[in-house]
């Protein structure tokens, strides 16, 4: 620790008498200054112990005393060195009151104890404790690296928050507690999850500190990237000394080394996974499993979900538009100890998850975010379109991984057509046709086809649209669509006729009446 004015007075060189604020010499020496001004504040950085003979003081006015200590005491000043037989035989006794008063440390030094020999005694002592922190700190680095080599984070994050006296926690890209240490520290760590995404948005390496009423809490990002791929947090009682921080320093730039490995590492899986993705989309689910190996293989052992996921604009060139949601992915997955596939595939991502597990959860809860930030984006005027579009597949195996692929393509498209965040492909098949016809398209054409009958009733010469929608929904059954709209069913006859000289189409024809039937259902209210 650096030296106190308690380790000066019991220097056996220097000979220091205390005479005054005996209660706070444990307080830390940043410096010895020797100052002859009546006013050396200006000159103060705060944590010396002034030295002074009092040649230009009135060190017998008492007002002038009580003034001059005050301004000492408020610039930091955390001691008053008076050398007595030089101008005074003794320590003035308004300068003594001033100094209790105020509880301001005041230090007689002996004639025979030069100024330089107090200075000597205090640079000595702060460089041997620099030495002793950067002693322990090399010792700190040591034993960081070897606890990290051998259990990986876990073992890194014990050995730091043991050279700290505090806790350790390291977070994942997503915000998530990954380890603690000890392991109390887990619900105080989970607290700062919000601080920690803060952190994920600033340009590494940022850090921040958080105080709160039971420590205080640094925050560091880890990795060299744009967006940092990890969060360091740790918990002491006070402020890091210079053999903590070197400790700090060295967990940062250990995990900093581990994450850019896992790039590294991540980077080849990658390449691995677009291989496997291929194989399966090529029917080729033995070859795949080949190359998967251990990596994938539980993956393709039991059913999974394909999403695929695109941006519905041109994609921003700086940055990675599926960033957030593959740091989402990827962290419930490993959370959960489940394998997972991302693999960006052209223009779009493609994620192979496991059914019903948290890497197939953490995309729907992604799409909700999204879907609720559109509705808020939509009620501020600021825009309604979805960042990111997600189309999900029904369960699959390996050997129905094309079919896979196209049932989240099309649900992808139904996205992209409804402005939704993410459509389920099992939500398509077990629910109606019917919503399908409310496409832009579809109306347009429905239109074009009935206009002509449109415009037939509204000359008020018959109720072509209502007669045909009668004998379309009873099947063609002339007696029930009749008496349904309360007419003979010769005059139904007629007006069917109508129907087909004015349209050009034989209602004989299936085709016609289904696309009939279809067009009716796009142009009424609410598509029904």
């Known amino acids: 620790m650096p030296p106190t004015l308690a380790s000066l007075v019991h220097h056996s060189a220097l000979k220091l008498t205390v005479r005054a604020g005996e209660e706070h010499l444990d307080a830390p020496v940043r410096w010895a200054h020797a100052s002859e001004l009546t006013d050396p504040v200006p000159y103060m950085e705060g944590g010396e112990l002034l030295l002074i003979t009092a040649l230009k003081l009135d060190a017998e006015d008492p007002e002038a005393m009580s003034r001059y200590v005050k301004r000492l005491a408020a610039a930091g000043v955390v001691g008053l060195g008076f050398a007595v037989g030089v101008h005074y035989k003794d320590i003035p006794e308004a300068l003594v009151a001033a100094a209790a008063d105020e509880g301001l440390p005041l230090l007689e030094v002996p004639r025979r104890t030069p100024f330089l020999a107090i200075s000597k005694a205090v640079s000595a002592a702060i460089a041997a404790d620099q030495y002793r922190a950067v002693t322990a700190g090399f010792a700190a680095q040591?034993?960081?690296?070897?606890?990290?080599?051998?259990?990986?984070?876990?073992?890194?994050?014990?050995?730091?928050?043991a050279q700290v006296d505090g806790w350790a926690a390291l977070y994942d890209a997503s915000g998530a507690v990954v380890a603690t240490a000890p392991e109390w520290a887990t619900r105080r760590a989970a607290r700062l999850t919000s601080d920690v995404e803060r952190l994920r948005d600033r340009a590494a390496p940022a850090s921040a500190v958080v105080a709160g009423a039971e420590d205080r809490v640094e925050l560091h990002s880890i990795g060299t990237g744009r967006r940092p791929r990890a969060a360091l947090a740790v918990g002491t009682a006070s402020t890091l000394g210079t053999a903590e921080r070197y400790a700090l320093h060295s967990a940062i730039a250990l995990l900093t080394l581990t994450t850019e490995r896992n790039r590294s590492l991540q980077a080849a899986e990658a390449r691995v996974g677009s291989a496997v993705l291929r194989m399966l989309l090529a029917g080729e689910p033995d070859h795949a499993r080949t190359v998967a190996g251990e990596l994938y293989g539980s993956l393709l052992d039991a059913p999974f979900r394909l999403v695929v996921a695109e941006v519905p604009a041109p994609a921003p060139e700086d940055g990675d538009p599926f960033a957030e949601l593959t740091d989402a992915v990827e962290s419930a997955a490993a959370r959960a100890g489940e394998a997972?596939?991302?693999v960006p595939y052209g223009e779009r991502l493609v994620l192979l998850v496991v059914d019903g597990g948290a890497g197939a959860a953490a995309c729907v809860a992604y799409a909700r975010t999204l879907e609720a930030g559109r509705s808020e984006a939509?009620?501020?005027?600021?825009?309604?379109?979805?960042?990111l579009l997600l189309g999900l597949s029904a369960p699959a195996g390996p050997i129905a991984a094309a079919t896979a692929y196209k049932q989240a393509d099309q649900a992808l498209s139904i996205a992209r057509r409804r402005g939704r965040a993410m459509?389920?492909?099992?939500?398509?098949?077990?629910?109606?046709?019917?919503?399908?016809?409310?496409?832009?398209?579809?109306?347009?054409?429905a239109d074009g086809l009935l206009r002509a009958l449109y415009e037939h009733d509204a000359t008020g010469r018959g109720d072509l649209i209502a007669s045909l929608r009668a004998w379309l929904s009873r099947h063609g059954q002339w007696d029930a669509a009749a008496a349904d709209l309360g007419v003979h069913r010769h005059t139904l006859r007629y007006r069917m006729r109508r129907v087909e000289e004015i349209l050009g189409r034989s209602l004989d024809d299936p085709d016609v009446r289904m696309e009939l039937w279809l067009s009716l259902k796009a142009t009424s209210s609410g598509t029904e």
């Open 340 to 342: 997972l596939l991302v």
């Open 142 to 161: 040591r034993e960081l690296t070897k606890q990290a080599l051998s259990d990986g984070p876990e073992g890194l994050l014990g050995a730091l928050a």
């Open 378 to 387: 939509a009620e501020s005027g600021a825009g309604d379109g979805a960042t």
């Open 423 to 445: 459509v389920e492909h099992e939500d398509l098949a077990a629910g109606s046709v019917l919503p399908l016809l409310a496409d832009d398209a579809v109306r347009a054409f």
